[in-house]
């Protein structure tokens, strides 16, 4: 198994450009979600989904969407970045909701 | 989430000596906690977890422990190894349906 596999590892992006950041699994788990980790913040929670079809925000959702037509993938988009989503952003899958989540490497997102 | 009063952003520890990492959550309903460990340029890594219901749970070389009293947690790491220099999460579970994680500390271990 190879877990949680985020693509691309490291981007550049310049202001008002869209991008996805892709985010897939296979172990079968129901529960996805996208987390951003700022310096001295923790990790946020973006978005997340409880299965295929069904997806909700999480504390900071404004800028990004999310879409789960497969059990397996997640992608997170940025509509126009803003210098303020310069972040590693993190996708988790688990299981159950709210129990061990299992992180992908992470993708660091610059935007100038 | 970690208060400031409990958490320290650093912690410095010396190699074979127990290290103790506090963290003090928000949520008197929250009744689920995690533990992870996050390596630089990696994603954070599951340690150990609690439930409400228990006090104290012990892994391999690293234990938990949860005072419900004063909303406090902490992972204790025996004879720590330089394996061991990481951040440090704690993460709560007060909704069905998300996790809330502290600011982290950052252990660094000296030879």
């Known amino acids: 198994n190879a877990g949680v596999t985020q693509t691309p590892k490291f981007q550049v992006l310049k202001t008002g450009q869209s991008m996805t950041l892709q985010c897939a699994q296979d172990m079968n788990h129901e529960y996805m979600s996208w987390y951003r980790q700022d310096p001295g913040m923790g990790l946020r929670l973006i978005h997340y989904s409880v299965g295929a079809g069904i997806t909700d925000q999480g504390e900071v959702p404004n800028g990004y969407n999310v879409s789960r037509s497969t059990t397996e993938d997640f992608p997170l988009r940025l509509l126009s970045a803003a210098p303020s989503q310069t972040s590693v952003y993190f996708c988790a899958s688990s299981t159950k909701p709210g129990t061990e989540a299992f992180f992908g490497q992470g993708t660091r997102l610059t935007v100038v | 989430g970690e208060s400031v009063g409990l958490h320290l952003p650093t912690l410095s520890v010396q190699e074979g000596d127990n290290s103790i990492i506090n963290c003090a959550y928000s949520n008197s309903a929250s009744d689920y906690f995690i533990w992870y460990k996050q390596e630089s340029g990696k994603g954070p890594q599951f340690i150990i977890d609690?439930?409400?219901?228990?006090d104290k749970r012990q892994g391999q070389r690293v234990t938990v422990l949860l005072n419900k009293t004063v909303k406090h947690l902490s992972l204790q790491i025996a004879a720590t190894q330089p394996g061991d220099s990481a951040v440090y999460f704690c993460a709560e579970n007060n909704d069905d349906y998300k996790l809330s994680f502290g600011a982290g500390t950052t252990v660094t271990v000296r030879a």
């Open positions: 609690i439930r409400s219901n228990m």
